[in-house]
Nanobody, 121 residues
């Protein structure tokens, strides 16, 4: 079994910064990729940023230059540093991990429960 747990969501003023953390734990042999997605009320979930084992990253156009994704492989943890936050960044942020599990073939995807980010004055 694998668990993915996010933390760091909060209420922040426009122009402010916030750092989200996401830790994966369990019978993980290898993490192939981890990512952040978000879902605002009435909208579909969208990819925000993603990072692979080789530290390849990609970002949604709306966050390029403001958000930075990074990972600590020793801790199976990924971070999302969010700067210059805007009201339109308000959403529930979800973390996902694509992993290989000990004793099983293939890759499996797990999601966290989400953390609320609200950008408002």
């Amino acid at each position: 079994q694998v668990q993915v747990v996010e933390s760091g969501g909060a209420l922040v003023q426009p122009g402010g910064s916030l750092r989200l953390s996401c830790a994966a734990s369990g019978s993980i042999a290898n993490i192939r990729a981890m990512g952040w997605h978000r879902q605002a009320p009435g909208k579909q979930r969208e990819l925000v940023a993603r990072i692979t084992t080789a530290t390849y990253t990609n970002y949604a156009d709306s966050v390029k230059g403001r958000f930075t994704i990074s990972r600590d492989n020793a801790k199976n943890t990924v971070y999302l540093q969010m700067n210059s936050l805007k009201p339109e960044d308000t959403a529930v942020y979800y973390c996902n991990a694509v992993v290989e599990i000990y004793g099983l073939g293939g890759r499996y995807e797990y999601w966290g429960q989400g953390t609320q980010v609200t950008v408002s004055s």
